[in-house]
């Protein structure tokens, strides 16, 4: 083969490579976008959710959240707006009970965050939930809200923090029970080629209104994900499932999560 020749077939493989790197590290940084919850990324993502063995009757309980995140430039802050939109299908819980579908309690985010984000990066705002249940069994007839923080760190191919909210109700209906709890959602990704990952994002509670056994939920599991793009939509998928190590009584033992999330990269 003529030198030239050689020449130029390494040099295109060396462009060749150079472009595939330069597309794995755009896809990973894409990727620890969708696993922020308050990056400066609009997404529109789908969590489909069976938690199982719920109520007296150990039946299922469906549900499919929509969380569209829309972020807004205040100069040098952010406002991460964030929505949690529950439709919930319930089989029979009790003893006498039927089937119950329709709207949950809406919840709102928005958090606050540096637009030049650093080494940690972190939020904190309020958290707002509205009354929208179609029935007392898909929520809790009483407005309640209070404050929200986040916090995470991308180091090489991990992303991992926590999100955290403490809710009390605020006004509603009289003989509706008071509402007041905990959560932390903790998320602990590794990315690894090709879009894929490994994820954890359990979701623990503790409604301080309930006596102390049934306090808290403790759910210890995981899954994976992928970042694939459609044409020019890129496209979040993820699936875990979580045994629940602590729960009250007559609550799901365990769940499967499976999550569709659209990106609109800026």
Known sequence: MMPYVKSTMIAM???LLLAMAATADET????KQSQNPIANLISLPFEFKASFNAGSENNTIYSMDVKPVYPANLGDWLLINRFIVPVIYQEKLEEGQGTKFGL???NYQ???TPAEAGDIIWGFGPSIYLPTNTDDRLGVDQWSAGPAAVGL????HWLFGI???NIWSITGEDDEPDVHFFSAQLFINY????GWYLTSSP???ADWEADSDNTWTVPIGGGVGRLVRFGNQPVDFKVQSFWNAEHPDNTSDWSVQFQMKFLFPK
């Open 104 to 106: 949950g309690d809406i």
């Open 191 to 194: 990315n690894l080629d090709d």
């Open 28 to 31: 990973e940084d894409l990727a």
């Open 163 to 165: 999100l955290a909210q």
């Open 153 to 156: 760190a991308t180091p090489g």
């Open 13 to 15: 493989g060396c462009v």
């Open 110 to 112: 928005a958090f606050f």
């Open 203 to 205: 979701t623990f509670v």
